[in-house]
Structures are given as structure tokens and as C-alpha cells.
Nanobody, 119 residues
Framework: VQLQASGGGLVQAGGSLRLSCAAS????????MGWFRQAPGKEREFVAVISGSGMTTQYVDSVKGRFTISRDNAKTTVFLQMNSLKSEDTAMYYC?????????????WGQGTLVTVSS
């Protein structure tokens, strides 16, 4: 599986961004897909995950109510809509495929897309 993330950029606090991750492969709908992020000087952390069907999602507490993960299995793409962005959301965001539910172990990583939130 190859993953191509896009949509990062510079945004003011309170603004919004939508990240996209296009995946290759015909088994896309079999995989839980997720987003992780890594801020400067910090470890990579789980942000959100969505089941293969799209029916179930889970988020880290710090983004609940602000971020929404979704997927389009026909287009083999997963999205992360980020609203009410805060400076602490500044990080490199990584798309992930075949995410273990609850363990957040990842089989496939995409390249990062940088999100910078200015205060």
C-alpha cells in the first residue's frame, strides 16, 4: 500500500484545514485508516482512526469535537477535517493504513504533510 498525503499548510488559530490521503491498492476498504502527528521535539501520536467500512471512528481527546476523519472507499482516500485549529495542533501529520484498533500499530505509513497554526 502506498499513501500520498496532502492538504497541509499555514493557517491562523481558529481556522480550518482538510487533509487528504490517497491510497493505492485494491484492498483499501479492508484497512482501518488513521492519522498521526508529530510535533517538533515530541513523539509521534495517534490522532484519529476510521474503520474499513467508515462506520466507526475514534479520536485522541485533544481533537474531539474539532477534527473529523472520513473516507471514500470508491476513491481510496481518507480525509481529516480540522476545525478550530490551535497552535498546539502544529505538527507533521502522517496518514497510516492497516492500523490496529486500540494498539495503534501501523503497517503502512505515508509521507507527512506539515500543518502550522499561527497564534
Amino acid at each position: 500500500v502506498q499513501l500520498q498525503a496532502s492538504g497541509g499548510g499555514l493557517v491562523q488559530a481558529g481556522g480550518s484545514l482538510r487533509l487528504s490521503c490517497a491510497a493505492s491498492g485494491r484492498t483499501f476498504s479492508n484497512y482501518n485508516m488513521g492519522w498521526f502527528r508529530q510535533a517538533p521535539g515530541k513523539e509521534r501520536e495517534f490522532v484519529a482512526v476510521i474503520s474499513g467500512s467508515g462506520m466507526t471512528t475514534q479520536y485522541v481527546d485533544s481533537v474531539k469535537g474539532r477534527f473529523t476523519i472520513s473516507r471514500d472507499n470508491a476513491k481510496t482516500t481518507v480525509f481529516l477535517q480540522m476545525n478550530s485549529l490551535k497552535s498546539e495542533d502544529t505538527a507533521m501529520y502522517y496518514c497510516a493504513a492497516d492500523v490496529g484498533w486500540g494498539t495503534w500499530r501501523v503497517a503502512y505509513w505515508g509521507q507527512g504533510t506539515l500543518v502550522t497554526v499561527s497564534s
